[in-house]
C-alpha cells in the first residue's frame, strides 16, 4: 500500500540524458540522501522501499537527540525532496527476488515481476532492533513495558505511554547488546543518548516523575551528546551502574530489581513505565539477500569489505546497514557513498 507523500513509479524519460542508473535498497535517511546525492551528480536512481513508506526508523521517531527537535521535521523535508525529484524512481512496497550479472551491469527482479538493469548498487537497508523476547526476564509484553523503538513509535504518533498517571519510568540500557548470548556482542552505539534524550524529555515535562537509566556503562560519543547527559543529571535523572536482574509485578506496579554495581545494594525501583533499550542487529532476511548478492559477512553480519564501502562486485553499502550509526552519521555516511559510486562509474566508463 501506498502511503501518503510516496509516489509511484515516474516516468524514466526525464532521466533518459543521464549517464547510468543506480539501485538503492532502502529507502531510510541514508537511501534517500544517497538517491539525492546521486541525482545531484547526474545519475538516474531506482529506489525500493521495502515499507509502503520512505523515512526508516526516522519516519517512527519522536524527538532526536542531541537538540531534541522533532525527527519528522528533517525527514519529511528530505522525503519532499525525493518524491519530487524526476530523477529519482520511488517504488515502494517492493523487494528484490532476484539477482543477476549481465553485460557487466546488475539485473534485478523485483516482487511485482518488474525487472530493473543497474550500473550500481547501493545497500541502505538500515538494522533492526534485537527481540526483547531474548531476555524474557525484563517481562517484554506486560503492561507497562515497551522496547526503545516502541516508545518511539507512541512518542511519534502523541499515543499515551501508559494507561494512567506516569510516577515513575526506568530505562534498561544493553538489553541484547554487548552479550555473547542473548543478542549482538558489539555496542548498539545510539542507545544510550537515545534513553538519556527520553528520561531527559520526561523530566522536563513533569519534574516530579522518578526517573532512573540502568546503565553498564554509559556511551556518548556523538555531538552534543555528553551536554545532553549532563543537563539529564542535572534535572534529577538517576543514574544507576548494574542492569536489573528481573521485572516483575507487585501491588499492581512493576518492580525492577537489581544490583547497583558502584554501591553493592540491591535496588528496587517500582515503576510505571519500563524502557528496554533492545540493540540493533542485521534483519535475518536481509542477511539472505547479502549471501544472494555474493557479500561476505564478517561480525554479527555486517559486510566484510576490507576497509572500503563496496563488494568486490560493485555492490556498496551506506548508513546503519554498515554498523549502528544516527541521524547525522547515516546522513553523512550516504553521501560519501554517493561520491564513492560516482567515482568507480567515472572509472568504470574511461
Ligand atoms: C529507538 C531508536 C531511537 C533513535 N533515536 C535517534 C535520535 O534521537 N537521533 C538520531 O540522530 N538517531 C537516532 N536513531 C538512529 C536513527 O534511527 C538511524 O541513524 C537511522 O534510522 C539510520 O538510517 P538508515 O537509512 O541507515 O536505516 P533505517 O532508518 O533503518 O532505514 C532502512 C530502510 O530500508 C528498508 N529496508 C530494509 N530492508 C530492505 C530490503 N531488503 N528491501 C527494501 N527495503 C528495505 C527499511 O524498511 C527502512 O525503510 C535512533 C534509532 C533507534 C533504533
Given at each position: 500500500m ?30 534517500m ?15 525500493i ?5 520512505l ?7 519522536g524527538?532526536?537527540?542531541?537538540d ?12 519532499d ?13 517492493r ?47 506486560r ?85 545532553l ?9 538517576r ?22 554495581t ?5 535496588y ?24 544472494d ?40 555516511d ?5 561520491l ?11
Open positions: 501506498k502511503s501518503a507523500g510516496v509516489r509511484g513509479p515516474v516516468s524514466i524519460e526525464a532521466t533518459e540524458e543521464r549517464k547510468s542508473r543506480v539501485l538503492v535498497i532502502g529507502g531510510g535517511v541514508a537511501g540522501s544517497a538517491s539525492r546525492a546521486l541525482s545531484s551528480l547526474g545519475h538516474a536512481v531506482s529506489l522501499e521495502r515499507t509502503g513508506h523515512g526508516g526508523r526516522a519516519a517512527r521517531a524527538l532526536a537527540f542531541p531534541l527537535r522533532p525527527c519528522r521535521e528533517a525527514v519529511s523535508k528530505l522525503i525532496q525525493v518524491t519530487g525529484d524526476p530523477a529519482i524512481e520511488v517504488l515502494p512496497s523487494e528484490i527476488v532476484s539477482w543477476g550479472r549481465e553485460d557487466g551491469r546488475h539485473a534485478v527482479e523485483l516482487d511485482d515481476g518488474r525487472r530493473i538493469e543497474a550500473d550500481a548498487v547501493v545497500v541502505a537497508t538500515g538494522l533492526e532492533g534485537v527481540p526483547a523476547a531474548l531476555v524474557p526476564e525484563y517481562g517484554h509484553g503492561k507497562g513495558v515497551l522496547t526503545a523503538q516502541e516508545l518511539e513509535e507512541r512518542l511519534s504518533a502523541g499515543a499515551p505511554l501508559i494507561e494512567g498517571e506516569l510516577r515513575s519510568a526506568v530505562f534498561v540500557q544493553c538489553v541484547g547488546s554487548r552479550t555473547e548470548r542473548r543478542g549482538v556482542p558489539y555496542c548498539s552505539a545510539l542507545c544510550c543518548a537515545n534513553s538519556i534524550k527520553n528520561a531527559l524529555a520526561l523530566k522536563l515535562e513533569d519534574p516530579s516523575c522518578e526517573v532512573a537509566v540502568l546503565y553498564i556503562d554509559i556511551r556518548t560519543t556523538g555531538p552534543g551528546q555528553e551536554a547527559y549532563r543537563e539529564a543529571r542535572r534535572r534529577g535523572v543514574f544507576i551502574r548494574g542492569q536489573p536482574s528481573l521485572v516483575t509485578e507487585r501491588d499492581g506496579r512493576l518492580l525492577v530489581c537489581g544490583e547497583n558502584l554501591l553493592r545494594e540491591l528496587e525501583i517500582p515503576a510505571d513505565l519500563v524502557v528496554l533499550a533492545t540493540g540493533l542487529r542485521q534483519s535475518p532476511s536481509n542477511l539472505w539477500m547479502f549471501d548478492l555474493g557479500i561476505a559477512q564478517g561480525t554479527a553480519g555486517f559486510p566484510c569489505l576490507d576497509g572500503s564501502r563496496a563488494s568486490a562486485e560493485g555492490i556498496f553499502f551506506a548508513g546503519s546497514a554498515r554498523g549502528p550509526m544516527d541521524l547525522p552519521a547515516a546522513e553523512r550516504a553521501r560519501a557513498c554517493a564513492d559510486v560516482h567515482e568507480h562509474l567515472r572509472g568504470s566508463r574511461s
